[in-house]
Every structure is written in C-alpha cells, then in structure tokens.
C-alpha cells in the first residue's frame, strides 16, 4: 500500500471512561492502523448536541487532567498517540506528546473562506507538520502548498454515502489524505487505490453499543479484513 499513516478515530467513542479507551487504543493497534488519535476540545464545542448525545460526548475530551493516562496507554500498547485540538489553547498542553496535528473539518473554513486561522498558525508554530481536513480547496490560499501542511479529503456528513465522496479530487497533486465518515471499509481503500497516503478513519469497541459516533464508524473485524 502506498499509505504512510493510518489514523484511528477514537472521538467520542469511549465515555470517558479509561478502560474503554484503552480498548480502542488496543483495536487501533490490532488493526495494524499507526496512530490512535483523540480530541480536546471544551463544553462551548458540543454545547449545540442534544444532552443525551453529550452527556457521552463531553467526557471524551483530552484536557491536561487526563492526557497523561492517554498517552501511557498509547505507549503501553506501542502506538503513536495523536490529538486534535479543537482551541488554540490546547496546543501548548498536547505539543510534547503529538508528532503532526489534525484540524477538523469545520476548523478548516476560516482557511478557505478567509485565508486566515489562529488555531492553524498556532500549530504551524510548533514546526510539527499540520494536517487540514475539507471538502474544498481555495487556490487564493497562502496555506494550501504550505510545507508543512497536508490537505485531507473528507465530507462533512454523519454519516455519508460512499456514492458522496469525490474520489476523483485524489487526481489533483493538493489532496494528501482522507478522512473517512462511511460506514464501509470500501471508501478508505478507494481513497487509498486513488492515492491518498494518510487515511482516518474512526473506530468503535461495538457497533450493538450506543457509541456517539458508531454511524461513522469501523470495528475491529473491519478494519482486520480490509488493512
């Protein structure tokens, strides 16, 4: 495969609770994926999900109380830890234990739609390189052939349809990596036959529990048929 880095979701997966996050950082491990990747972010980025959703959602963050029990874990099981930051000020806290860093999606459009973006200038800061997921590129974009910037295809629906994904954008030279949110292991292996050498994709303990991102994602079994 000419992939380089296979990225576990973790997200919203595990409730928060330690043991189950240890289950995912060990599927992401057995899938032969190279990094389990979590998410800091705080209450005012959820505040708009319906409280059931929430109240399993907001426990997942990584903050500075927790991401010390994370990271231990991901070298326990001897795979790269990773952290998307939702806030510019988590930064500082996760930069000693990150190699690159992921942008989501809707932290992505100040980029294309003002060229401009506090908490992407703050991780270019770190020399580490940064990976941006989006739907589209602006060719007026002082960051889109950046060298420390990787482009990563996503489509920013919960889920989508593999018919949905623009494949063919892989043909162009800006797209780097994809950004998985179809519950089919088919569209990250396109993704990659297409040339998309970093691939995301989310992972889950079981899709019979009430996961907050189950719609989205892969188990064990499926990542082990097709990786």
Known sequence: KNVWTLIGECGSNWRGRIPEAEQLIQICKDAGLSVAK?????????AKLPQEV????????????NLTDIVSLCKKHKIDFACTPFYKEAVPFLDRYVKFWKIREFDSRPVIRKGK?????????TQKPVILSSQELSADNFYLFHPSI???????KYPCKIEEVP?????TRAWMGYSNHVPDPLAPITAA???ANIIEMHVTI?????YPDNPVSLTLE??????
């Open 222 to 227: 499926e990542l082990k048929q097709n990786w």
């Open 167 to 171: 494949f063919w954008k892989f043909l």
């Open 117 to 125: 973006s506090e908490l992407v200038d703050t991780c270019l800061q």
């Open 193 to 195: 036959i297409m040339g």
């Open 54 to 65: 929430k109240q399993d959602v907001l426990p997942c963050a990584i903050t500075s109380a």
């Open 150 to 156: 990787k482009w990563m295809l996503t489509v920013p």
């Open 38 to 46: 979590f998410q800091a972010f705080q209450n005012e980025h959820v």
């Open 206 to 210: 079981s899709k019979n529990e009430n």
